[in-house]
């Protein structure tokens, strides 16, 4: 008998030159599987699974993970304002740790002996799939035809069309992934370090002009409603990003390191994510301290790359993910910004947890509850140490040029 191979399958041309060569020159029976994170309607995914039967394979499924996606890892990038090179916000690298573990997930519910996926060898996504998978399934073999055989993709659409299936250059000219985070956006562009994608490459095309003013409500840290009408994150994402991105906001080319050690470029549109970051991030300035936020400023940087390097799973994870969570108690409020143009502007808050309020004073104007007299006790105190510091070192500089002119 044949013996199962879960694919995981997006219908481009590296997976459907997986389909066919696992089932025709592995002979294995292979069951093809697409993990939902926000990227699909309900007719791309089924013009997906038509598109897999017709390569050959055994079975189809669609597993949604948009709601776990956002519940068990958006919401901790959100907390912890995580924007990769202050930029990023891991749109592609956070997607493919959800996709990752939801097929390591049904590998084991269809009892598979091997799992496959259509990474290269020159890229993030081949270390993120293998590591989980040997850390979920380390009994199941994985294989890697497109890393393997070290394929052009004008070799992969060679042997696709050898097999009856055409598959369009022009297609295949820009890698598109789209999810609930954000959307990336690879081409020859992005393979060199000085030219930008044309505006023909960005999936969504700039067709507002008109600015608006938007309001968003967060509670605990949570984006939960958008002028005045409540909703679950998830729906709030999926709006915001329609009303944000005709106006080509959250448009980028991330430059960073990538795990295998080289460095990469790649575009992105991220609308709904860089502007919840931001309001996001204005309304914990308001509502929490200093020391809460430097701490979870340093925290945060370690999620987010630790995350971007595929280590979910690593239970430094879970203790991040707690602290942060615990920052967000008062994290509630509203935000208030505009929309324009290739840009936003943050106007201002409003909570009740502002640590801004009024009745304790106002900066560089009043002061309500202390007096000149403290101020003077307070910064002597506070600056004593280090006045000792310079005095007991200017002595002893001091000491050590007599010392020196009484030597000549």
């Known amino acids: 008998m044949k013996k199962k191979v879960v694919l995981a399958f997006s219908g481009g041309l590296d997976t459907s ?6 089932s025709q020159d592995r002979g294995l029976e292979v069951h093809s599987v697409i993990v939902n994170t926000g990227g699909f309607s309900e007719d791309e995914l089924k013009e997906i699974e038509k598109r897999a039967y017709a390569l050959g394979v055994t079975s189809h499924a669609v597993v949604d993970e948009t709601e776990s996606y956002y519940k068990n890892c958006i919401k901790y990038l959100v907390f912890g304002n995580v924007l990769k090179n202050a930029s990023y916000p891991l749109s592609v690298s956070a997607e493919r740790v959800s996709q990752a573990t939801a097929i390591a997930h049904y590998v084991k519910k269809i009892g598979a002996g091997y799992v496959a996926h259509g990474s290269t060898g020159a890229g993030n996504d081949q270390v993120r799939f293998d590591m989980i998978f040997n850390i979920l399934i380390p009994e199941v073999e994985i294989i890697t035809p497109i890393r393997d055989l070290k394929l052009s993709r004008e070799a992969e659409i060679e042997y696709l069309k050898n097999h009856g299936v055409e598959y369009s250059a022009e297609k295949a000219k820009y890698s598109i992934n789209k999810g609930l985070w954000g959307t990336s956006v690879g081409g020859k562009e992005t393979l060199t370090s000085n030219e930008y994608l044309p505006e023909e490459a960005w999936p969504t095309q700039v067709s507002e002009s008109n600015s608006i003013k938007v309001e968003l409500l967060f509670e605990e840290g949570e984006l939960c409603g958008i002028d005045g009408m409540k909703m679950s994150p998830v729906q709030a994402i999926q709006k915001l990003q329609n009303m944000a991105q005709p106006y080509g906001i959250g448009r980028d ?6 795990i295998i050690g080289i460095k990469g470029r790649v575009g ?10 931001k309001a996001h991030h204005t309304l914990e300035k308001h509502t929490l301290t200093k020391w ?14 630790w995350l971007h390097e595929g280590q979910f799973h690593d239970p430094v994870m879970r203790n991040i993910e707690a602290f942060l969570a615990d920052t967000q108690k008062t994290v509630s409020g509203k935000v208030f910004l505009e929309l324009h143009p290739y840009r936003f502007q943050i106007l201002g808050i409003e909570s009740e947890h502002d640590l801004m309020s009024n009745k304790f004073g106002s900066y560089g104007e009043m002061n309500n509850t202390w007096s000149g007299e403290d101020v003077k006790g307070f910064s002597k105190i506070f600056g004593n140490q280090v006045m000792i510091w310079h005095k007991v070192n200017a002595s002893a500089a001091l000491r050590q040029g007599e010392q020196e002119v009484n030597n000549e």
Do not use: M, R
């Not at 080319?253 to 990538?258: A, K, N, P, S």
């Open 17 to 22: 030159f997986c389909s066919i060569y696992l």
């Open 253 to 258: 080319i991330h430059i960073g390191d990538t």
């Open 268 to 277: 992105f549109e991220a609308a709904a994510p860089v502007i919840i970051i």
């Open 292 to 305: 809460q936020l430097s701490w979870k400023e340093s925290l945060a940087s370690f999620y987010g790359n």
